[in-house]
Each structure stands twice: as C-alpha cells, then as structure tokens.
C-alpha cells in the first residue's frame, strides 16, 4: 500500500533524527584515553589543582637525621606516634629527687598505666617513705572540693591494722612532700608533653634550647639524647629545671630517662626518672585498677 507523501516525509526524518542522536552520544561516550588501536595513554588520575599535600618533613626523612636537625619536630612526632599506638604498659620506675632542697634516696617502684581512663597504679619495692602503694583513675574519687583524690595504702604493718587506706588530694601537701611532680603527670605521653611544652616556649622566648646530644643506651636498649636548656631561677617558679638530659629509646621512641639538673655543669641533680622492664600494650583493665580487687 502507498504511504502518504506527507506521512513518509515524516518517518524519514524520525529515523535520521535517531541515527543522529545515537551517532552522537556514541562519539562521546569513548574514552579519550583510547587509541583506536585499543592502547591506552597514560592521564592523570588527580588534576593538578587537587593533588595531595607532599608528605610532612617527618615522614621524608629518617629519624636520625630529624633528631639532629630538628629536635622539637622529632619530639612531636613521638608523641603522635605514643598517642596512635599505646593505650597501656607496665614497667619499673626508678627514680629520686630533690624536695625541699634535700635529695632524697633512690626509690624502685613497679607500675601499671592505662591511658583510658588515665590510671596509675604504684607499689613501692625499693625506700618507700609514706606510702607503700598508691591508685588512681581520673575522676573516680573526688572531695567535696572538687579535688581528684588517690587511694594510698600507708607504709608499715601497724599502719595498715589501723587504716587499710586513705583517699588524699593528689596535689594536696602530702603529695607535694613526696613527689616534684602529680600522678596525673605521670607516664611516657606526659613527659613528652611536658618536654616539648617548656622548650616550645623557652625557644620562642629567645630563653632557651633543645639541642640532639648523641646516641646513648638505658636498659640494653639504644637511645637518642636530647638536651634542653631553661631560663630556670629556683623551684616554684616557672621553669622547672636548667638543664634536662632525656634519652628516648631508638625502637618505640619513647622517654625511657630523664635527669634534670639546677644547674649549667650538672653539679645539683633535682631529679631522676628511669624507667626499665618495660611492656606495652598488655591488655590492662578496669579490674586492674579496681580498689577492692586489688587490696585498697
């Protein structure tokens, strides 16, 4: 049968008009990385106004060189690394200092952390004066003032027959008698934290320094040594101490010693803190920082 010169007229152009459209998105459809002869050239994957930031100094250099070069950003970069990757440890403090302008006897003390909730346990093995042990968990005991208090277990047996323990402010006076510094300042995070605090702003005053001193060793194991120098006058004033000497361990770059003296030639020891026997990550709990599981 005849089509209809009008009709046909309108098919034919429906038909090209498709033809067109598939033509159309055929050619854009192909990727303009593709040669006809199916090799592949080689694009950029990131367009260069969005490309990832260079890696940080830290991570393009050794660690060696960092020590030497830039004792504060090596410093930082241990403690990013602390926080990343340990949540406890239990280790053998060993430390002595001068309180009171006395320097008092090397004490041996084993302990367990745990970063959370911050909890520090103590149990004296070598010259425990007052306290044989001591726990705290942050937050966990409070006075009506508002204090953070400790559980301290007294030394001696007749003590203990008359009170098993006693919760005391940790920055109370007794606290301050035994020790230059407050639990809650204990362990490896917060002394690197404390390091870099003072040199960040005696540096910045024009007031002090921290210099790489060389390699060393604590315990069997290798170290790197820093040295930083502060505007210090006298206790109780701003800076504690003239000169640190910390050595932080080559594997886990951790602050396994730190002697600080009053000082410039090293004549007046204000304190010295070691740690040894040192085992990271054990898988602490909450029951073992429990009061009554273990003897408070």
């Known amino acids: 049968m005849a089509i209809p010169a009008g009709r046909g007229n309108t098919r034919i152009r429906v038909l090209v008009g498709c033809v067109l459209v598939l033509l159309f998105f055929w050619q854009f459809g192909r990727d303009p990385d593709t040669t006809s002869a199916g090799n592949v050239r080689p694009r950029s994957v990131i367009p260069p106004a969005y490309a990832l930031p260079s890696p940080s100094r830290e991570l393009t250099i050794s660690n060696d060189e960092l020590a030497a070069t830039d004792p504060l950003a090596f410093l930082r970069s241990a403690l990013q690394r602390y926080q990343k990757s340990v949540s406890d440890y239990t280790c053998t403090f060993t430390k002595q200092e001068r309180i009171g302008g006395k320097l008092g006897p090397e004490q041996q003390i084993q302990v367990r952390f745990r970063e959370m909730p911050f909890s520090v346990l103590m149990e004296w093995t ?82 002090g320094s921290l210099v790489y001193e060389g390699p060393g060793e604590i315990d069997g194991r290798k170290t790197w040594i820093f040295k930083r120098t502060l505007p210090y006058t006298a206790d109780g004033g701003e800076w504690p101490d003239r000169i640190l000497i910390v050595h932080i361990d080559r594997e886990w770059l951790l602050p396994l010693a730190c002697y600080t003296y009053a000082d410039d030639a090293r004549r007046t020891v204000l304190a010295r803190y070691e740690f040894s026997e040192v085992r990271l990550n054990t898988g602490l709990t909450p029951r073992d920082f429990d009061p009554q599981a273990n003897g408070f």
């Open 126 to 207: 070598r010259n425990p004066e007052q306290a044989r042990r001591v726990l705290y968990v942050q937050g966990q005991w409070q006075n009506d003032e508002g204090e953070d208090l400790a559980k301290v277990e007294p030394q001696g047996a007749i003590a203990r027959l008359l009170v098993k323990s006693v919760a005391l402010p940790i920055s109370g006076s007794a606290a301050k008698a035994q020790s230059r510094r407050t639990i809650d300042q204990f362990g490896f995070g917060n002394a690197l934290k404390l390091i870099i605090d003072y040199a960040s702003r005696a540096i910045a005053s024009g007031k």
